[in-house]
């Protein structure tokens, strides 16, 4: 089944959220329940006007969703259409009237007014199916993506006229997204290559290749417009996650997020729909089996995995912010999860208006929880104003706790007197992240069995994570704390921790962070 991932559309494959550790008053909602029958192919969202569009598979059939609140949807009404709907995209025309459109197997695009309840316009887009659209609101065009005489091509409409404004261009893959200012599409490639393309120009920026992936998909672009997502998958290993900056076209990251197994020629596993949220801070990904994964982007942490569902996940759509997500599954369920209620549970103190103190935060962002984090990331986001200076007090400080300070604790772990290795223990956890290269050259240069398994006991308490360290954890959230700031002071914080900071992996975040 083709997967087509774009900004404001995901096509669609497989089932719904449910939980995992959630706390127990914040488990999904089921919206929506499976008839058994109805099938979905593909969905659409406007979070301005809490309307969610959705097509049935096989079916010449549109219905739409009014939420007047996330928990208690309305029918609003549906629509016989003359060919199977093969997808959906909200779009605003030049009177500022938001419309949706939807392609159909035979290749034509409809547009669609919910409010009269009727079909507005149609135009044949290509000469057969068509996979997928997209809609640039800054340059007024209707990106689609579809078949004619058995190859897939890209097209550019501009929905006034219903007259292509750029010439076909040859589309090998099966997934393209535009840029949040409309400036930039990206595009799959056989091969494992994405190619970034300059828009409406159509001129080729670069070309790579992630590897020796058999195939990328679900291309998306971030909300800032400089990293680009992909799913890269290869037969029989596992589906990632790749990261990719916009500026060098250089992968930064990478997440093992689900596995691929041969079942006797049926592939199990791998990605069916990829999203950012709309700040950024989150990713969500949704595969062939029953759960749909968010990652926190800055790090690449799991934060929650959410199983149960009847089937592949087709779709993942944020509605308006991060707290509210919407899931639909291939057979017609939709679930809705409140991250606002789950958040609620990690700090109590992160729903009271801040003081002075914004300690627990810094030390939130050093957790290993990545849920943890992202909440430490949004409370210096709303509280701007004291975060800045606070930051720039931790990371301007001098480095008075490292070389000198962290070898006598770790001397002293040795020492015979209980109360002083009691005292070095206790102070080297609070620094247990940055202490670790000392504690281990300690065990390299040899020390006597006690101090060994002291070491050895403090060294068990930091986690294990997947391609990162612990201590590059604080740093890479405060980078992006910064990059959301649009302040003079922000900047000049981000030019400090692109030269000073300890890791080229580091330093190169906070370049990326800069825009350089």
Same mark, same amino acid.
């Given at each position: 089944?083709?997967?087509?991932?774009?900004?404001?559309?995901?096509?669609?494959?497989?089932?719904?959220?449910?939980?995992?550790?959630?706390?127990?008053?914040?488990?999904?909602?089921?919206?929506?329940?499976?008839?058994?029958?109805?099938?979905?192919?593909?969905?659409?969202?406007?979070?301005?006007?809490?309307?969610?569009?959705?097509?049935?598979?096989?079916?010449?059939?549109?219905?739409?969703?009014?939420?007047?609140?996330?928990?208690?949807?309305?029918?609003?009404?549906?629509?016989?259409?003359?060919?199977?709907?093969?997808?959906?995209?909200?779009?605003?025309?030049?009177?500022?009237?938001?419309?949706?459109?939807?392609?159909?197997?035979?290749?034509?695009?409809?547009?669609?007014? *919910?409010? $009269?309840?009727?079909?507005? +316009?149609?135009? #044949?887009?290509?000469?057969?199916?068509?996979?997928? @659209?997209?809609? &640039?609101?800054?340059?007024?065009?209707?990106?689609?993506?579809?078949?004619?005489?058995?190859?897939?091509?890209?097209?550019?409409?501009?929905?006034?006229?219903?007259?292509?404004?750029?010439?076909?261009?040859?589309?090998?893959?099966?997934?393209?997204?535009?840029?949040?200012?409309?400036?930039?599409?990206?595009?799959?490639?056989?091969?494992?290559?994405?190619?970034?393309?300059?828009?409406?120009?159509?001129?080729?920026?670069?070309?790579?290749?992630?590897?020796?992936?058999?195939?990328?998909?679900?291309?998306?672009?971030?909300?800032?417009?400089?990293?680009?997502?992909?799913?890269?998958?290869?037969?029989?290993?596992?589906?990632?996650?790749?990261?990719?900056?916009?500026?060098?076209?250089?992968?930064?990251?990478? *997440?093992? $997020?689900?596995?691929?197994? +041969?079942?006797? #020629?049926?592939?199990?596993?791998?990605?069916?729909? @990829?999203?950012? &949220?709309?700040?950024?801070?989150?990713?969500?990904?949704?595969?062939?089996?029953?759960?749909?994964?968010?990652?926190?982007?800055?790090?690449?942490?799991?934060?929650?995995?959410?199983?149960?569902?009847?089937?592949?996940?087709?779709?993942?759509?944020?509605?308006?912010?991060?707290?509210?997500?919407?899931?639909?599954?291939?057979?017609?369920?939709?679930?809705?999860?409140?991250?606002?209620?789950?958040?609620?549970?990690?700090?109590?103190?992160?729903?009271?208006?801040?003081?002075?103190?914004?300690?627990?935060?810094?030390?939130?962002?050093?957790?290993?929880?990545?849920?943890?984090?992202?909440?430490?990331?949004?409370?210096?986001?709303?509280?701007?104003?004291?975060?800045?200076?606070?930051?720039?007090?931790?990371?301007?400080?001098?480095?008075?706790?490292?070389?000198?300070?962290?070898?006598?604790?770790?001397?002293?772990?040795?020492?015979?007197?209980?109360?002083?290795?009691?005292?070095?223990?206790?102070?080297?956890?609070?620094?247990?992240?940055?202490?670790?290269?000392?504690?281990?050259?300690?065990?390299?240069?040899?020390?006597?069995?006690?101090?060994?398994?002291?070491?050895?006991?403090?060294?068990?308490?930091?986690?294990?994570?997947?391609?990162?360290?612990?201590?590059?954890?604080?740093?890479?959230?405060?980078?992006?704390?910064?990059?959301?700031?649009?302040?003079?002071?922000?900047?000049?914080?981000?030019?400090?921790?692109?030269?000073?900071?300890?890791?080229?992996?580091?330093?190169?975040?906070?370049?990326?962070?800069?825009?350089?």
């Amino acid at each position: 089944m083709r997967c087509f991932c774009l900004l404001y559309v995901l096509v669609l494959c497989g089932g719904i959220v449910a939980t995992a550790w959630l706390p127990a008053n914040a488990q999904p909602i089921s919206v929506r329940k499976s008839d058994g029958k109805t099938l979905i192919q593909a969905a659409a969202i406007d979070s301005s006007r809490n309307i969610l569009v959705m097509a049935q598979m096989g079916k010449m059939q549109l219905s739409s969703w009014h939420f007047f609140d996330s928990k208690k949807p309305t029918a609003v009404y549906q629509w016989q259409t003359p060919d199977a709907v093969e997808c959906v995209v909200f779009a605003t025309a030049k009177n500022g009237e938001r419309v949706f459109l939807s392609g159909d197997s035979r290749g034509v695009v409809r547009l669609w007014d *919910i409010h $009269a309840r009727d079909q507005v +316009d149609s135009f #044949r887009a290509h000469r057969q199916q068509v996979l997928g @659209l997209v809609f &640039s609101q800054s340059a007024n065009i209707l990106v689609s993506l579809g078949i004619d005489d058995g190859k897939t091509k890209l097209r550019f409409w501009d929905l006034q006229t219903k007259k292509q404004t750029i010439p076909v261009r040859d589309a090998f893959g099966v997934s393209v997204a535009l840029s949040p200012n409309g400036k930039l599409m990206a595009l799959t490639l056989p091969g494992g290559k994405l190619e970034l393309v300059e828009f409406p120009a159509c001129k080729s920026v670069w070309t790579r290749s992630s590897g020796k992936a058999a195939w990328l998909s679900n291309v998306n672009f971030a909300p800032n417009g400089r990293t680009v997502i992909t799913a890269e998958s290869s037969w029989g290993k596992t589906t990632n996650i790749c990261f990719w900056d916009v500026n060098s076209g250089s992968v930064t990251k990478k *997440i093992a $997020a689900y596995p691929i197994f +041969d079942l006797g #020629r049926r592939l199990v596993g791998g990605i069916c729909c @990829l999203s950012y &949220s709309p700040t950024g801070l989150l990713v969500a990904s949704a595969g062939k089996d029953d759960r749909v994964c968010f990652w926190e982007a800055a790090t690449g942490q799991k934060i929650t995995s959410v199983p149960g569902h009847q089937g592949p996940v087709n779709a993942i759509l944020f509605h308006g912010d991060d707290d509210k997500c919407f899931s639909i599954s291939h057979a017609g369920d939709v679930f809705f999860t409140d991250f606002a209620g789950i958040k609620k549970h990690v700090r109590p103190t992160a729903n009271r208006k801040p003081g002075t103190d914004l300690q627990p935060f810094w030390q939130d962002l050093h957790s290993s929880e990545a849920l943890r984090g992202v909440v430490a990331v949004e409370f210096f986001l709303q509280h701007s104003k004291l975060a800045l200076p606070f930051l720039k007090s931790r990371l301007l400080v001098r480095k008075q706790k490292k070389g000198e300070w962290f070898s006598k604790n770790v001397n002293d772990l040795a020492n015979a007197n209980f109360g002083v290795r009691q005292k070095a223990a206790v102070e080297i956890e609070k620094q247990l992240y940055a202490a670790e290269p000392f504690l281990r050259q300690r065990l390299t240069n040899g020390t006597d069995l006690e101090t060994r398994r002291r070491i050895e006991n403090l060294l068990k308490k930091i986690p294990k994570l997947d391609g990162l360290r612990p201590a590059d954890l604080r740093p890479l959230r405060v980078i992006s704390i910064l990059e959301r700031i649009d302040a003079a002071e922000s900047r000049e914080l981000l030019a400090w921790m692109a030269k000073n900071l300890e890791t080229e992996q580091l330093r190169s975040a906070a370049k990326r962070a800069l825009g350089k």
